[in-house]
């Protein structure tokens, strides 16, 4: 049985496109996983369950509104030591973003586990396959695919790039990727293993009390906008400007479609700034895949993945621009065996 509950949105949550910034999507599911073990009485579970791995699928952009942000909740599964949870956000009858979290002891303790009663009640919100899953039937993937080929014969390079995100997480669509996703039911097809490698670009990011949960340690929503930070500051062209201060003098814009979080460890309270290094994983037709690594003194302490999709402003993906696309040359990521 899903579990739902309502976020009000903030105007101070929009971005300067007026929409609700891909950073904040993480704190509506948080929101919600609070309001779950709330209204369930396990109030206990809130400093003891930490996210070890998030992910989340950018579906439609939120403009502003009075009216909430509606979270439907599912539990896929459910051990002795995590949980992993779907939370689907909509407006109205439209879904705009998919979250998925795994939930658990961070520490290698062996003695922390869930109770038998904590077990049961997590395994009654279990919904076959989450409220998120998108099915692809074999003929539906067959559809789309013929579809895609025909709007590529025309010249029309967008439906093969929106394709492509979907079957397969921006990869290129080929007869090889087709098969491999015919029949696929998760909507997070994963990543190859990338990984920032010794050239990668550098930014420090200088931490706010307010960044600290109950616990004492950094809230695992604000790993999403040390990323973030980086990545709209990365410019391979070094003339000053931002990445997205180029984007606004050429009338374009950076949408966001997808983020995975992997937390390594606990991330402490420190008056030094965190490093996050960022490098280039794949430069699309029309998106940019990059990877980012978060660093206090030399030790990894979370890793990312983000898809990026360039469009005008209108939000129609347009070609990645050659002057953004270099920096596949300059801070190139690695792939770890």
């Known amino acids: 049985m899903s579990f739902t509950t309502q976020v009000p949105i903030r105007w101070v949550d929009l971005d300067a496109q007026g929409h609700v910034n891909n950073a904040v999507i993480p704190e509506y599911a948080l929101q919600a996983w609070v309001a779950f073990l709330t209204d369930g009485g396990r109030t206990e579970l809130l400093n003891e369950l930490e996210v070890l791995k998030a992910q989340v699928q950018f579906l439609a952009p939120i403009p502003f509104s009075t009216t909430p942000i509606t979270v439907e909740l599912s539990v896929l599964g459910v051990t002795g030591f995590r949980a992993r949870v779907d939370f689907v956000m909509k407006t109205g009858a439209r879904r705009v973003a998919l979250v998925r979290a795994t939930l658990g002891f961070a520490e290698a303790d062996e003695s922390k586990s869930l109770t038998d009663q904590q077990r049961a009640w997590f395994a009654h919100h279990i919904v076959p396959h989450g409220t998120g899953t998108q099915v692809l039937t074999e003929k539906q993937v067959s559809t789309s695919v013929e579809v895609a080929r025909e709007k590529s014969r025309s010249g029309e390079r967008t439906a093969i790039d929106a394709l492509a995100a979907l079957v397969s997480g921006e990869q290129p669509v080929t007869d090889s990727t087709i098969e491999l996703h015919t029949s696929a039911t998760d909507p997070f097809p994963p990543f190859p293993n990338w990984r920032v490698g010794p050239e990668a670009y550098e930014y420090d990011f200088a931490l706010r009390y307010t960044d600290i949960t109950t616990t004492g340690r950094i809230s695992p929503v604000a ?42 460890a606990p991330i402490p309270y420190a008056e030094e700034p965190l490093k996050v290094r960022t490098a280039y994983a794949r430069v699309g037709n029309t998106s940019l895949t990059l990877v980012a690594q978060i660093e206090l003194d030399g030790e990894a302490l979370a890793r990312t993945t983000t898809v990026l999709v360039a469009a005008d402003s209108a939000g129609t993906p347009i070609p990645v621009p050659d002057s953004i696309a270099e920096g596949i040359n300059i801070w190139p990521a690695t792939v770890a065996i």
């Not at 999403?224 to 391979?236: D, L, S």
Request: zero cysteines; hydrophobic letters at 50%.
């Open 223 to 264: 790993l999403f906008k040390m990323v973030a930070e980086a990545r709209v500051r990365m410019n391979p062209q070094d003339n000053g400007k931002t990445r997205m201060e180029e984007a606004a003098e050429a009338e374009m814009v950076w949408l966001v479609v997808r983020q995975d979080a992997e937390y390594l």
